[in-house]
Structures are given as structure tokens and as C-alpha cells.
């Protein structure tokens, strides 16, 4: 099993760009560099959407289309870290972030993944 740590959510002010970590580890966790990373969030009422992929190795990533430009995925396999950094930040970006771990290559939707973080909480005053 894995386990997932995120951290680095809080407040921020609109515009502002804010980084995001995730921290892997587990007792059956064996090399971080086989697992693809992703983050989701999920709006109040909403089903969970995706925000950013990144590769086992993080030679590939993805974006979500209400993201797209905004965010960068990046991770440290020597660390066993996983980040997301969002930039301008909206009132609509506000909400919880989660990380998750997959052991495809690369996953963008949410049933690619098997492993989930508890989840950070992002909030975007105007």
C-alpha cells in the first residue's frame, strides 16, 4: 500500500501562484520512479477533476483543460516528492487538492489511479 502527504495548501490572495507537494511512501512501496503522479481537485458538489499528470520517469505531462497553462507538475524520484505549482490563481481554483499515485506510466483520469492522499485545501481570497 501507499501512502500520500500533501501539504503546502493555505490561503492566498487572487493572482498569486502557490506550490504544492505530495510525499510518497508506504510498506510495500518499493521505487517511486514506477508510479505516475497526479493531482485532482473537487469543487464543492463536483465530481473529482483532474489538474495535472506526470510520467514515472516525468518525461510526460498532462493538464487539465481549466488549467491548462497554469500549473506545472514536476517531481523528485530521489526524494520520492511530487509538486504542482499553480500560477494566477482564481476564486475558482479554491477548493482541495489531492494527489495520487498510479502504477501505469501516466494517468489523467481519475479510475487510472489506486492510491490517494487525504487532500490540501486551497483558498483564493478576491
Known amino acids: 500500500q501507499v501512502q500520500l502527504v500533501e501539504s503546502g495548501g493555505g490561503l492566498v490572495q487572487a493572482g498569486d501562484s502557490l506550490t504544492l507537494s505530495c510525499a510518497v511512501s508506504g510498506r510495500t512501496f518499493n521505487d517511486y520512479s514506477e508510479y505516475g503522479m497526479g493531482w485532482f481537485r473537487q469543487p464543492l458538489g463536483k465530481d473529482r477533476e483532474f489538474v495535472a499528470a506526470i510520467s514515472a520517469t516525468g518525461g510526460s505531462k498532462y493538464a487539465g483543460d481549466s488549467v491548462k497553462g497554469r500549473v506545472d507538475i514536476t517531481r523528485d524520484n530521489s526524494k520520492n516528492m511530487e509538486y504542482l505549482k499553480k500560477n494566477s490563481l482564481t476564486p475558482e481554483d479554491a477548493t482541495d487538492y489531492c494527489c495520487?499515485?498510479?502504477?501505469?506510466?501516466?494517468?489523467?483520469?481519475?479510475?487510472?489511479?489506486?492510491?490517494w492522499g487525504q487532500g490540501t485545501q486551497v483558498t483564493v481570497s478576491s
Open positions: 495520487a499515485a498510479t502504477r501505469a506510466v501516466v494517468a489523467t483520469t481519475r479510475e487510472g489511479y489506486g492510491d
